[in-house]
């Protein structure tokens, strides 16, 4: 089966009342760790990559990778641009094979966002490429982003509707109280997403896919053995894993998760150098890291995403 679109998974999973995993891919025990999860659940699967894994492990390099996935796990793999940032990016993502844009101009005005994003799904369409776009913005770091807890802002219900229909994107990301990163709420604060939000913005868009970026639930066994085995992340909080699965239910059909795995291999390598000084072949280490991705793939997909069995 080739790379697929996400037009028939959205469906399905709106529809289904799931929603599917889009997990960042760097190298390829994270692209093995997330697709074995994948293929012994029969999950579909969204992998995405973004500008700074691009520029990171090589376009060709990425694709062929999934190329391989697709062969060893025979499931619907879509392969999406995460936060294209540039008209530039989407295009050479688009030319060179993948199947989904985001173009991310949620930090630009309402007219600038819709001009790009109007730009890009232009091209994508005429070479039968998707597009998610975003309305609102999350806070959070990422290597390219980087915004504050001030400058974020939910996004607006009233603005949805004139924003699809002048865009003509096939999908949407919200800002609903997620945001990047390990650090998505104040400790001693109680972590609630905006359903509300969600609620209204589906009722104006009936049908229609929205996407939760920053949808990592940062386990705190991992936080504790990344601090046991000599890290320091004090305070690193995510969003709780029956509020993802409530979106799931809704009109939420891609929940994007990264740190979630970073930590999971952090944590692993972290510990298994702490119990193996002596070692320093890769392989030993990065095998119990890609373990522990699938196991966290796995976990995902049963218990926040519901998806499984659903290729
Ligand atoms: O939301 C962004 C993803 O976590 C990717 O992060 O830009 O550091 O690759 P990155
Ligand atoms: P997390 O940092 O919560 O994993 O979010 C990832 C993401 O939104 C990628 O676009
Ligand atoms: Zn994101």
């Given amino acids: ?115 790009l994003t109007r730009q890009v799904v232009e091209y994508a369409h005429d070479h039968g490429v998707v597009v998610e776009a975003e309305l609102g913005t999350l806070a959070g770091v990422e290597d390219e982003v980087n915004v504050s807890a001030e400058d974020s802002s939910y996004t607006r219900p009233e603005d949805v509707q004139e924003f699809v229909e002048r865009t003509g994107c096939d999908s949407l990301a919200i800002a609903i109280g997620t945001s990047h990163g390990a650090y998505k709420f104040k400790p001693g604060t109680k972590p609630q997403l905006r359903f509300d939000i969600l609620e209204d913005v589906s009722k104006r868009l009936p049908g229609f896919p929205i996407v939760l970026h920053g949808s990592s639930s940062v386990p705190q066994e991992f936080v504790e053995k990344i601090n046991k085995f000599g890290g320091n992340m004090p305070g690193a909080i995510g969003v709780p894993e029956d509020q993802l699965r409530q979106a799931a239910q809704m009109a939420v059909c891609k929940i994007n998760i990264d740190s979630d795995l970073r930590l999971a291999m952090t944590a692993t390598v972290r510990e298994f150098f702490y119990e193996h000084p002596d070692k320093f072949d890769p392989r030993e280490y990065l095998k119990p890291a890609r373990a522990a991705i699938k196991a966290m793939v796995a976990h995902k997909i049963v218990d926040v995403l519901g998806c499984d069995g659903k290729a």
Avoid at 28 to 45: F, R, S, Y
Avoid at 79 to 93: A, Q, R, V
């Fill in 1 to 115: 089966m080739p790379l697929v679109t996400t037009t028939e998974m959205f469906k399905k999973a709106y529809d289904g009342g799931y929603a599917i995993g889009a997990f960042n891919v760097n190298n390829m025990e994270i692209v093995q760790g997330i697709t074995e999860a994948a293929k012994d659940l029969n999950a579909p699967l969204i992998l995405q990559v973004s500008k700074g894994a691009r520029n990171y492990a090589n376009h060709t390099y990425l694709m062929k990778l999934v190329e391989a996935a697709i062969e060893e796990t025979g499931l619907p793999i879509a392969l999406h641009l995460d936060h294209g940032d540039t008209f530039e990016l989407c295009k050479s993502c688009i030319d060179g094979g993948f199947t989904s844009v985001m173009i991310d101009a949620s930090s630009k005005s309402f007219e600038d966002n819709i001009a």
